[in-house]
């Protein structure tokens, strides 16, 4: 009678992650939201700063075509920015506006030090910053010491963020755009 006890112990296969990515009415997947999240705050702040075209906002973002259309899809179904349709001098044209609650998704974001904006994604092994930083990029000056990331720019721009867990990780790439910094860190 215990043969019949370990039969049903192969039930854990239906777990394969491919069929869970492929079916986007499955919400929590929390090693693949992290990223779009980052970005939908990177678009969004843009959105805040002013862009209000998407041709603006892929130049700022460099993000891809089809990559924004799904993001700005995403963020208008969640309330987050309107699309309104105007007529313009070369005929109708279409600008993105953040709603009330989109602009209270960014503000919810910003740190106590001075509005500045960061995001922090936690992988596996690895953690991903990304946080919006005065340039140039030949000022900036970043450190991880002790479990806290000093961050260093121009015009008297410091930042100490506390990040747990990375006392025995180190700073391996480093990228600065459009007034954006990314740090992997593992």
């Known amino acids: 009678m215990t ?7 192969p039930e854990p296969e239906p777990e394969p992650e491919p069929e869970h990515e ?15 999240k980052t970005k939908h705050l990177l678009v969004l702040e843009r959105m805040n700063r002013g862009a209000k075209n998407f041709e603006k906002i892929q130049k700022i973002t460099g993000l891809e075509r089809d990559e924004l259309a799904s993001i700005l899809e995403d963020l208008e179904k969640r309330g987050l920015m309107k699309v309104e349709e105007k ?15 989109g602009s209270a998704k960014i503000h919810s974001k910003r740190s106590r030090g001075k509005d500045w904006v960061y995001d922090l994604i936690r992988g596996d092994n690895e ?32 930042r100490e ?7 025995e ?11 954006v910094l990314t740090l992997r860190i593992n």
């Not at 007529?87 to 609650?101: H, I, R």
């Not at 953690?127 to 260093?152: H, N, S, T, W």
């Not at 990780?169 to 007034?179: E, I, P, Q, S, V």
């Open 169 to 179: 990780m180190n700073l391996t790439d480093f990228k600065y755009r459009n007034g």
């Open 87 to 101: 007529s313009g001098l070369f005929g109708p044209k279409v600008e993105l506006y953040l709603t009330d609650k």
């Open 3 to 9: 043969e019949p006890e370990h039969k049903p112990e």
């Open 127 to 158: 953690l991903i910053f990304v946080a919006e930083v005065p340039g140039p990029d030949d000022k900036i000056m970043v450190r991880l010491i002790d479990g806290v990331l000093y961050v260093r720019s121009s015009g008297g721009f410091s």
């Open 22 to 36: 492929s079916e986007p009415e499955h919400e929590p997947e929390p090693e693949h939201k992290p990223e779009p």
């Open 161 to 167: 963020v506390p990040i747990d867990g990375s006392q």
